[in-house]
């Protein structure tokens, strides 16, 4: 089992920025990829960046491309997702979610343990 707690969210204005962190507990936090979703009210939950076991390779979803930036430090059991310049329609609930996957995965379903989210809201 891995136990994610996600803190950082908050409401700031737009062109604002937020600083999302995630604490992994349990087994080993460098044997997983990590990704960051989000899911807005009535929208289906979606991948906004992702990031590998070493941190040698990020996703990051075309909306987000340029604003967002992921990263992880493994001696933390920590991921983070740096959001700048955001908008009104990055408004969301914000999880983080571990995949014991050797290649980046997109889909909600192919990830194993997920945290309880934050939220996070963008006023225009």
């Known amino acids: 089992q891995v136990q994610l707690v996600e803190s950082g969210g908050g409401l700031v204005q737009a062109g604002g920025s937020l600083r999302l962190s995630c604490a992994a507990s349990?087994?080993?936090?460098?044997?997983?990829?990590m990704g960051w979703f989000r899911q807005a009210p009535g929208k289906e939950r979606e991948l906004v960046a992702a990031?590998?076991?070493?941190?040698?390779?990020?996703y990051y979803a075309d909306s987000v491309k340029g604003r967002f930036t992921i990263s992880r430090d493994n001696a933390k059991n920590t991921v983070y997702l740096q959001m700048n310049s955001l908008k009104p329609e990055d408004t969301a609930v914000y999880y983080c979610?571990?995949?014991?996957?050797?290649?980046?995965?997109?889909?909600?379903?192919?990830?194993?343990?997920w945290g309880q989210g934050t939220q996070g809201t963008v006023s225009s």
């Open positions: 979610a571990a995949d014991y996957s050797v290649l980046i995965r997109f889909a909600p379903g192919q990830y194993d343990y």
């Open positions: 990031i590998t076991r070493s941190g040698g390779i990020t």
């Open positions: 349990g087994r080993t936090f460098s044997n997983y990829n």
